[in-house]
């Protein structure tokens, strides 16, 4: 019998009626699909509206940690949490309540102390999702078990921002192997070898919901999201962004690592290596489906993304001179500065990076002006075209530069990456907007 992977964001979990229409899908997805294993994967609750205390409750258990407001921001997680359980008619779930109390106190601004607050989001919603749904899965004889972030064999390798490690996957295996039924597990959260309780960073629950899918052989992934799956452009841009069908694996690390905000990187490459379909869709199933096969049709330009506040240095130096690019690269390793792209002339050369630590700047700056020549500029966007069918695709670069033309706009350096997944430029800030609605009309219209 097949296994499959739900994952629900803080949207989807947000109060008592978000609830109750998940507790529908999965219902529905059990009795259609009628798996072995039904994996729920939960993140901790989202905003339930624009005031302060209306925000994400890993934001006010950040805030808690912060120690800003902490009775306040205390006060309003245990009031939204106890009204989910007076609205399903279970019990509080105290046990977790009090380690909340107790992690205030050891609160020692660290990593671990860290991990032991901002994890409780995650652990109390499971507690209490796990409750309401036993209570109706209970006539219809479906097993429902839910687990705390040390019961389903997610050990990483730091208490915060956490990798899973390479004994996760047999444990995972180990420990959730012989359980059937739906089995609801905590994202974001996982432990180490002391067994505490440590946190994955950023889209932590949908790289929970991946790594388990590698773990048991999961035969699909659902990612629930309040976006209907993956756009051809950022919607705050191009509001009627075309939503995507498919994407190739390939095509969703390069949209990740080139600034999506919908998915993360490291979500992908679990599921990658086993080649287990990841689909991003809503509460209809509108959304992109993620895996190795991509059909015809949906192969080209894809997807165009955009951001904001990057800069272009240009180091210029008189005679031929070998190993530039060597001491130059060396000062933006030193500097723990990123460089996203290269143009090499005869006697210069100009680098596209994005900084918003003025001290790493600083020292950049100090180390390159020792022995060069340099004019920096700041406020450009990227602006990259990407998409795996681009490979066998002839004009994509003259369609850029005539979109760009069209508009009275000059992109400063253009590169494409050597596996062809993308062309990228960088423009003025001011011409962001104009640049990928001008692209996105050449491309998709």
């Known amino acids: 019998m ?15 009626e978000s609830i109750k229409r998940v507790n529908k899908i999965i219902t529905n997805f059990y009795e259609i699909n009628k798996p072995r294993q039904l ?69 020692e601004n660290d990593e671990k102390s860290y991990s032991r607050l901002v994890s409780l989001g995650e652990r109390i919603i499971v507690n209490i999702h796990g409750e309401s749904l036993y209570k109706e899965m209970k006539k219809r004889r479906i097993p429902v078990k839910s687990f705390d972030f040390a019961d389903f ?33 905590p994202g974001f959260v996982g432990y180490n070898e002391k067994e505490e309780v440590t946190t994955l960073g950023r889209d932590g629950s949908n790289y929970t919901a991946a790594k388990i899918a590698e773990a048991i052989d999961a035969k699909e992934v659902f990612i629930f999201s309040d976006e209907p799956g993956v756009r051809r452009a950022n ?19 390069e949209f990740a690592e080139l600034g999506a905000k919908i998915i993360n990187a490291k979500c992908i490459y679990p599921v990658k290596r086993d080649n287990i379909p990841i689909n991003i869709v809503d509460e209809k199933y509108n959304g992109t489906k993620i895996s190795s096969s991509v059909s015809l049709e949906n192969m080209g330009a894809k997807i165009i993304t955009s951001s904001g506040n990057h800069s272009i240095i240009n180091i210029t130096y008189e005679n031929d001179k070998p190993g530039v690019l060597s001491d130059i690269s060396k000062y933006f390793r030193d500097s723990k500065i990123n460089i996203e792209s290269i143009a090499d002339e005869r006697h210069s050369v100009s680098l596209a ?10 020292y950049l700056i100090k180390r390159i002006s020792q022995n060069y020549k340099f004019k920096l500029e700041n406020q450009f966007s990227r602006i990259s075209v990407i998409g795996e069918g681009m490979r066998n695709q002839v004009g994509v670069v003259n369609k850029i530069s005539s979109a760009y033309k069209n508009k009275g706009i000059s992109f400063e350096m253009i590169s494409q990456g050597i596996n062809q997944l993308n062309i990228t430029t960088f423009i003025k800030e001011d011409y962001e907007r104009i640049a990928v609605k001008e692209l996105y009309n050449s491309f998709f219209k």
């Open 353 to 362: 990076f994005s900084e918003r630590d003025n001290e790493n700047l600083e």
């Open 39 to 107: 994996i729920i994967v939960d993140s901790a609750p989202g905003k339930i509206g624009d005031k302060k205390l209306e925000d994400k409750i890993t934001n006010l258990l950040e805030k808690i940690f912060l120690e800003k407001n902490i009775r306040e921001n205390v006060n309003e997680i245990f009031d939204r949490f106890d009204d989910l359980c007076v609205k399903f008619n279970i019990p509080q779930p105290n046990n977790l309540y009090t380690e909340l109390k107790t992690a205030i106190d050891l609160n």
């Open 2 to 16: 097949d296994k499959y992977v739900l994952k629900f964001g803080g949207t989807s979990l947000k109060n008592a």
């Open 153 to 185: 064999g997610m050990i990483t390798d730091k208490h915060k921002d956490a990798y899973a490690t390479i004994d996760s996957l047999l444990e995972i295996e180990k420990k959730l192997d012989k359980e059937d039924g739906i089995l609801i597990i």
């Open 235 to 253: 919607p705050n841009l191009i509001p009627d962004a075309e939503i995507i069908k498919e994407l190739s694996y390939e095509e969703a690390i």
